[in-house]
């Protein structure tokens, strides 16, 4: 079975510097999707950035980059030029690229706090 | 579009009471996710219907737990008898098959079992 693993229960970062989430991994599988949720004190699950497996370039969205690491199993988020509004849970999540496998299985959670 | 729309927001009720969760989807969406989340166990996968079907029920705690997706616009979760180990946050999520952009989720309903 696919696992996620977020080893950070907690990150903090001063606003406007970059702070990195780590996530890693475990698949047999070649072929998925990777993606970063954000949860806000409001409980939405937003979606932040996501990135497929083949794709070898790593997912950039403004402020919010990934490094991936598919040999590694690692999936790690940057977020650069911190802002008060990035505190919330951040959750790494994996999902099959299979027909009708739509399964996502996320990781435990980070929760970043930003220091003004 | 409004979403993937949850009630109630908040729910209490008492342990033994019968307590039904409600969704529903985004319109044209074919999956739709039961997610329960709790500071113990974080996000888990209760079940997931496609087309209405119910596909993998395998995360459904016990037999307390049910769900149902009686057409496209519609699902509820149901705890019968409740008690205090399901309070949780319930989550509902929608999405179209092969679509890389993950799911839309709900609001989540807040349950508190006392």
């Known amino acids: 079975a696919q696992t996620v693993t977020q080893s950070q229960p907690e990150m903090s970062v001063q606003e406007a510097e970059t702070v990195t989430l780590s996530c890693t991994y475990d698949?047999?599988?070649?072929?998925?999707?990777l993606f970063w949720y954000k949860q806000p004190p409001s409980r939405q699950m937003i979606l932040v950035i996501r990135q497929e497996a083949y794709k070898q370039q790593n997912a950039t969205e403004n402020r919010f980059s990934v490094n991936f690491q598919k040999a590694a199993k690692s999936f790690s988020l940057k977020i650069s030029d911190s802002q008060l509004g990035d505190a919330a849970m951040y959750f790494c999540a994996y999902r099959k690229r299979v027909q009708g496998a739509q399964k996502l299985v996320f990781g435990q959670g980070t929760r970043l706090t930003i220091n003004p | 579009d409004a979403g993937v729309i949850q009630s109630p927001r908040h729910e209490v009720t008492e342990m033994g009471q019968e307590v039904t969760l409600r969704c529903k989807p985004i319109?044209?969406?074919?999956?739709l996710f039961w997610y329960r989340q709790t500071m113990m166990r974080g996000l888990e996968l209760l079940i997931y219907f496609n087309n209405n079907v119910p596909i993998d029920d395998s995360g459904m705690p016990e037999d307390r737990f049910s769900a149902k997706m009686p057409n496209a616009s519609f699902s509820t979760l149901k705890i019968q008898p409740s008690e205090p180990r399901d309070s949780a946050v319930y989550f509902c999520?929608?999405?179209?098959?092969?679509?890389?952009?993950?799911?839309?989720f709900g609001s989540g309903t807040r349950l508190t079992v006392v």
């Open positions: 698949t047999s599988e070649s072929d998925y999707y």
């Open positions: 319109s044209g969406h074919d999956y």
């Open positions: 999520a929608s999405s179209l098959a092969n679509r890389i952009f993950g799911y839309t």
